[in-house]
């Protein structure tokens, strides 16, 4: 499935974009955000961006040419923006875009074992190279407690010490390579009626493992942090998440840069994708935009 671009309206209204304006989007994935800002500003916006992914960065660059911009678009973490915005002389950008997760591409043709419908090595990083850690890693050396924590932490999963103790056992017999061989273990882990559930049984294991594969968490404070010094004042910041963990980490950030008075919140609370875009696009339905303007 392509990549639907979610919250593509308002996160790019919000941002509130000028001529001149610098705009860094540490997400670029299939250029959804970025091609908007393109087609409305043309060269008058400058784009830099950043992606993990080396094949997200190769088809943005076709795509972005095609509407006539030249961007600066660098394979690189976005809690590394710090170093791409200095190699590039620039100081100061006007805003900032993170649309976090990862998109429909990877997840359906990656081969990276993003999902539990295809039978694919359990890779879960966002990079092609080797990443030293990678869901074979996790699963098949890391401890009982921890993995449990990492479930239960990163997508509240409610079975998640009846699934790190199936693991574990499991492993013992044969290592856990694919993304069927997981399931398999899930489903043993988990009640019938979880598994009857209106969400797939495996989907919060999957979840949880991807964060904590690539560093989600550490790299959303990284970036906010880094962010928010490399912001203009009457810049913006704009973060767009899909689960509760990240919002909270987004909400208390932008809650505290407001009560020092350094930031202004654009809306009191998150926007949300409106009953239309959920429908043409159910991967939608569990996002929230969060914007920020700093003022001091
Ligand atoms: C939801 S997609 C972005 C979609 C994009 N906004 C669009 O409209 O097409 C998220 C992208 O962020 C990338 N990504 C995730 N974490 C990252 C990080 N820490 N640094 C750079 N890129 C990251 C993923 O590889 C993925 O391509």
Do not use: P
């Given at each position: 499935m392509i990549h639907k671009t979610v919250l593509l309206n308002e996160s790019i209204e919000k941002l509130n974009l000028k001529d001149g304006s610098i705009y860094f989007d540490g997400t670029l994935g299939?250029?959804?955000?970025?091609?908007?800002?393109?087609?409305?500003?043309?060269?008058?916006?400058?784009?830099?961006?950043?992606?993990?992914?080396?094949?997200?960065?190769?088809?943005?660059?076709?795509?972005?040419?095609?509407?006539?911009?030249?961007?600066?678009?660098?394979?690189?973490?976005?809690?590394?923006?710090?170093?791409?915005?200095?190699?590039?002389?620039?100081?100061?950008?006007?805003?900032?875009?993170?649309?976090?997760?990862?998109?429909?591409?990877?997840?359906?043709?990656?081969?990276?074992?993003?999902?539990?419908?295809?039978n694919e090595p359990l890779l879960m990083t966002f990079s092609e190279d080797n990443q030293k850690v990678d869901a074979q890693v996790i699963l098949n050396n890391w401890s009982e407690e921890t993995i449990a924590d990492i479930l239960y932490g990163y997508s509240d999963e409610r079975y998640s010490r009846r699934i790190a103790k199936a693991v574990v056992s499991a492993r013992k017999i044969k290592p856990i390579m694919t993304t069927f061989d997981l399931v398999e273990i899930i489903r043993s882990a988990v009640p019938a009626v979880y598994q009857r559930g209106k969400t797939h049984f495996a989907t919060k294991t999957f979840q949880a493992l991807?964060?904590?594969?690539?560093?989600?968490?550490?790299?959303?404070?990284?970036?906010?942090?880094?962010?928010?010094?490399?912001?203009?004042?009457?810049?913006?910041?704009?973060?767009?998440?899909?689960?509760?963990?990240?919002?909270?980490?987004?909400?208390?950030?932008?809650?505290?840069?407001?009560?020092?008075?350094?930031?202004?919140?654009?809306n009191k609370k998150p926007i949300i994708p409106t009953d239309e875009e959920v429908r043409e696009n159910p991967r939608s339905r569990s996002a929230k935009l969060r914007v920020i303007e700093k003022i001091k």
């Open positions: 299939g250029a959804g955000h970025s091609s908007k800002v393109c087609s409305d500003f043309g060269d008058k916006v400058r784009i830099i961006a950043t992606d993990r992914d080396n094949l997200a960065i190769r088809n943005a660059e076709e795509k972005l040419s095609k509407i006539g911009c030249s961007a600066n678009l660098i394979l690189s973490d976005y809690r590394n923006m710090d170093v791409v915005l200095k190699n590039l002389g620039v100081e100061k950008v006007d805003a900032i875009l993170l649309d976090l997760g990862l998109s429909s591409d990877q997840l359906d043709a990656s081969g990276r074992g993003f999902s539990f419908k295809n991807r964060i904590a594969v690539n560093d989600e968490i550490t790299a959303l404070k990284d970036g906010m942090r880094k962010g928010w010094e490399l912001l203009n004042v009457g810049g913006r910041m704009a973060i767009i998440s899909f689960h509760s963990v990240e919002d909270r980490e987004v909400k208390f950030f932008f809650k505290n840069k407001s009560k020092n008075e350094e930031g202004k919140l654009i």
